[in-house]
């Protein structure tokens, strides 16, 4: 299947989880009967209620035979490298700007990392529905906010959506066409965003968010760089330098799969799994095939590079 990743970057609040739920639902994520007030991105309670680790981070929809996975950027900036490790795992950006309040301090990290990357963001300007919205005056300001940061002409000709997360559509105009729900968002995204990268070569993947589970122990996610992986295989964990840290048997691979994480038989390249059965890897680390030495580079995990603006 033809795949897409990309991360959603906003500012709390503005309606980064309602965007998501509309998607899973446009999308026929869900079937009919199941329920949709489960938030995707919030889901801690589910996950207590559960027992279970659903706290996804990340979640995938399907639109005209393409596989689209949607990644969560932590919205503060006070994990060094953290946000370029995410950023890293996609090709493709959707900055999401309230239209009453513009851009925010909080948005500016994030994306500065993004087109520091080299991503060409699609900006949506979201809640298009509020009376106090300056849709126009909030376009002019992520623009000065890219120039800032140095975007390059590419970066800055960005693509626009106007739309209401909650009402469930984004259009090329302001005015609409509403009825149209989120398919001009899904179509963009196939048209703007560049197929998942795929590297040759055997497994590797490089460690990008760490979890602890309760019946399958340690996960760790990332973005299969190039080969693949099937459960039960053994692989193997280098550090930074190179130097091995284990080898062991992968016991499950999950994917992103609509609202959860499904266990699969085979992690291809391009796609963003998770990973159980290690016992030492973690973040930053590559996660390969018994036959590969070297590392793939991770940006460095301290210190922070925080600026408070
Ligand atoms: P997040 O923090 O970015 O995940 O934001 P949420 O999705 O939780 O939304 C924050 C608040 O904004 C909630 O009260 C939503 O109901 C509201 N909201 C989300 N989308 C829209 C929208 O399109 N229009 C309006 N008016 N409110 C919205």
Not at 83 to 101: F, S, T
């Amino acid at each position: 299947m033809n795949l897409r990743n990309i991360a959603i970057i906003a500012h709390v609040d503005h309606g980064k989880t309602t965007l998501v739920d509309k998607l899973l639902q446009q999308s026929g994520a869900f079937r009919e009967n199941q329920r949709v007030a489960e938030r995707v991105m919030d889901s801690n309670d589910l996950e207590k209620e559960r027992g279970i680790t659903i706290l996804a981070k990340a979640t995938s929809v399907v639109w005209k035979d393409t596989r689209i996975n949607i990644v969560d950027t932590p919205g503060h900036a006070d994990f060094g490298g953290e946000v370029e490790r995410i950023l890293n795992m996609v090709d493709g950006a959707i900055v999401l700007v309230d239209a009453a309040e513009g851009p925010m301090p909080q948005t500016k990290f994030v994306v500065s990392k993004a087109l520091a990357l080299g991503l060409r963001p699609i900006v949506a300007i979201n809640k298009i529905d509020r009376p106090d919205g300056r849709p126009t005056e909030v376009i002019n300001e992520v623009f000065d906010l890219f120039a800032a940061l140095d975007a390059t002409d590419d970066q800055l000709d960005f693509p626009i959506l106007y739309g209401s997360g909650r009402d469930g559509w984004m259009a090329v105009s302001q005015e609409g066409p509403k009825d149209q729900g989120l398919a001009p968002l899904f179509d963009l995204v196939l048209e703007h965003v560049p197929p998942a990268k795929v590297e040759e070569g055997p497994f590797r993947m490089l460690g990008t968010i760490l979890q602890a589970d309760p019946f399958l122990g340690r996960i760790v996610t990332g973005r299969i760089s190039s080969g693949s992986v099937k459960p039960n295989q053994t692989i193997k964990v280098l550090d930074r330098e190179g130097k091995m840290i284990e080898q062991g048997r992968v016991s499950k691979i999950l994917a992103f799969r609509g609202i959860e994480r499904s266990p699969i038989e085979l992690g291809e390249a391009g796609d963003i799994v998770s990973i159980a059965g290690l016992t030492k890897g973690t973040v930053a680390d590559t996660f390969c095939a018994l036959e590969n030495d070297v590392p793939l580079p991770a940006q460095p995990i301290d210190p922070p590079t925080v600026t408070m603006s």
